[in-house]
């Protein structure tokens, strides 16, 4: 669904030329939920935006829907929907009518806008807001509109940029429930996020971005298998003993990372969970007495950590924000 | 579909947009209206000088400033409503469209010139009573120049709104360009009662002669040369103004 080589983009900014995108290759199958997973900065929108005709790479192709980009972007535009990060409805205006226009826009027929917008508004949980004042909805119902928006010509690949942020939990669940659900009818997603929770529920696989290179590839699983095992901590009533646990786990096969701190002792193991039972058998052998056992899946997190040697959370200098192209980019 | 559907299609969102909220249509026009009741009724005793004996009929002279004025400042400040749609992520839904790029601006100029023809025939309705006398033929051929110059400062300031995305940056561009161009074209008094130096700085600029050819229009000489003039100017205007519009939306879509 998308063939991507050598994506480049560069911004002139005052201080100079940015390289946002620096030569990024992708491929995303038929019906496949990808994630475009990386801090704020990283180069996540800006590739969105040129795989959806929004701004043209400085360098490299792309097959998107099967037309090619830089020949047949209105042929990539016909098949693919996009629902921005900004939103795609005015304040002022009715719900429907903007769904209409936007599909009309499509070359879509009214009666056939009207007829499947309707219906998509009952499958988006937005029942009777089809006369609404678009600012009178709520930020997740305004979302779904977005994807309405987006849907309205039956496209087959979806590009959602950042769908959930800024949503309370309870709608961000509703919201994934949703896109799962636009799947299952055979559309291909493609989605960028700075949540890892999200990454990790929705997404068949994961691309991790940063500094505008992938940096990690695969599915949620395979990535945190590349992360060296489960993280284990024993926490200990006496601190004192901590060297003495510490020599134990030292030496387990595959311990590594550990560290020794007032409340415990922490490592990560390959299967932690089987590894487990023989520890505290030898632990308590010696005599020392544990106040709790945690064991803990590396989340993507980890994954990021491991690839980069930061968290996702640090937003690091580097690469300046995601929307250079909204600063004074273009000159006529 | 064509080019014409798609601008249609925009036009028609657009207009419906501005009917629903026709406050700022009224509020542009309330402008004129003040100079015509305020402003119009000083030029009266003074007109056969400032007009050099070529009419007695205030209004005459007026209404023709008073429309080019409105066809100019009218359209100007249409920016302002774009980047409220590039904030709304309207143009950013419009663009990921397989819709031409010309229509996409095309049927937003439409719906800006159809507002300025509308106020411009309410403004002349409203001038008959205070006495305004004009052909039918100079009038309606005057309405069309001002919708031309409607459309090039729509283009205009579309342009420059898609290119600064900020109301900060484009109110003062706005105002810095939009207050010599009124001085300078002979909108309020015509030109020539001034001194030579004025006169010749406002020959530089292209509207003084598009007024200069609706108050010809106005009385009645169709085929002078100053209304053939005015024709030039605002023809040419429109197809510089449209030109650089829709290469502007354009080239923002990269």
């Known amino acids: ?332 | 579909m064509t080019v014409l559907t798609e601008t249609w299609i925009v036009f028609h969102r657009q207009m419906r947009l501005s009917l629903r909220n026709p406050m700022w249509s009224i509020l542009m026009l309330s402008q004129p209206l003040m100079y015509l009741f305020l402003f119009g009724p000083l030029l009266k005793p003074i007109t056969a000088q400032i007009s050099q004996g070529a009419t007695t009929n205030a209004y005459q002279v007026f209404i023709p400033g008073l429309i080019v004025q409105l066809g100019m400042f009218g359209a100007m400040f249409v920016g302002f409503g774009l980047i409220a749609e590039y904030r709304a992520g309207v143009i950013e839904a419009d663009r990921v469209t397989p819709a031409s790029r010309m229509a996409l601006m095309a049927g937003r100029v439409l719906r800006d010139v159809v507002v300025l023809v509308v106020q411009s025939v309410l403004l002349l309705v409203v001038s008959i009573p205070m006495g305004l006398r004009a052909p039918w033929d100079g009038v309606l051929l005057s309405l069309l120049i001002v919708a031309l110059l409607g459309a090039t400062f729509a283009s205009l300031s579309y342009s420059v709104a898609l290119i600064t995305k900020s109301e900060d940056a484009l109110a003062p561009l706005l105002n810095g360009i939009a207050m010599p161009l009124l001085l300078l074209s002979g909108i309020l008094l015509p030109m020539q009662i001034g001194p030579t130096w004025l006169q010749r700085l406002s020959d530089i600029s292209p509207l003084k002669h598009v007024v200069t050819g609706v108050r010809a229009l106005f009385r009645g000489d169709i085929a002078s040369s100053s209304s053939l003039w005015g024709l030039f100017w605002v023809v040419l205007l429109t197809v510089v103004g449209l030109t650089v519009g829709a290469r502007t939306f354009r080239k923002e879509s990269a």
């Open chain 1, 1 to 332: 669904m998308i063939e991507a080589r050598g994506l480049v983009r560069t911004f002139k900014t005052k201080r100079g030329p940015v390289q946002a995108v620096q030569g990024v290759d992708l491929d995303v199958a038929d019906g496949e939920i990808v994630g475009f997973l990386g801090p704020n900065g990283a180069g996540k929108t800006t590739t969105m935006r040129m795989l959806a005709t929004l701004i043209k790479p400085t360098n490299g192709s792309a097959t998107v829907a099967g037309c090619d980009l830089a020949a047949d972007p209105v042929g990539v535009r016909r098949r693919i929907g996009y629902v921005p990060q900004s939103g795609s409805t005015l304040p002022e205006a009715v719900a429907g009518d903007e769904v209409v226009d936007h599909a009309r826009l499509y070359g879509v027929s009214k009666a056939k806008a009207i007829a499947d917008g309707q219906r998509l508004f009952e499958e988006l949980d937005l029942p009777g807001l089809w006369r609404r004042q678009c600012k009178t909805l709520s930020g997740g119902q305004r979302r779904r509109l977005d994807i309405v928006m987006g849907l309205i010509h039956d496209p087959k690949l979806i590009f959602l940029d950042e769908p959930t942020t800024g949503l309370d939990p309870q709608a961000r669940a509703n919201l994934w429930q949703h896109i799962r659900g636009l799947r299952d009818r055979g559309a291909t997603i493609f989605l960028t996020t700075h949540y890892l929770d999200e990454a990790d529920a929705l997404c068949d696989r994961i691309l991790v971005i940063d500094h505008g290179r992938i940096v990690a590839a695969g599915t949620p699983e395979a990535l945190k298998q590349q992360v060296s095992g489960d993280g284990v901590r024993l926490g200990l009533s006496d601190p004192a003993q901590a060297p003495a646990v510490a020599r134990i786990v030292r030496e387990l096969d595959g311990a590594v990372e550990i560290e020794t701190d007032a409340g415990g002792v922490s490592f990560r193991i390959p299967r932690g969970g089987s590894v487990l039972p023989g520890l505290l058998r030898q632990v308590d052998a010696v005599g020392i007495e544990l106040d709790g056992v945690e064991v803990h899946r590396p989340t993507l997190d980890d994954v990021f950590l491991t690839m980069t040697g930061r968290s996702l959370r640090d937003d690091g200098p580097g690469v300046p924000a995601d929307e250079p192209e909204q600063q004074k980019e273009v000159v006529v």
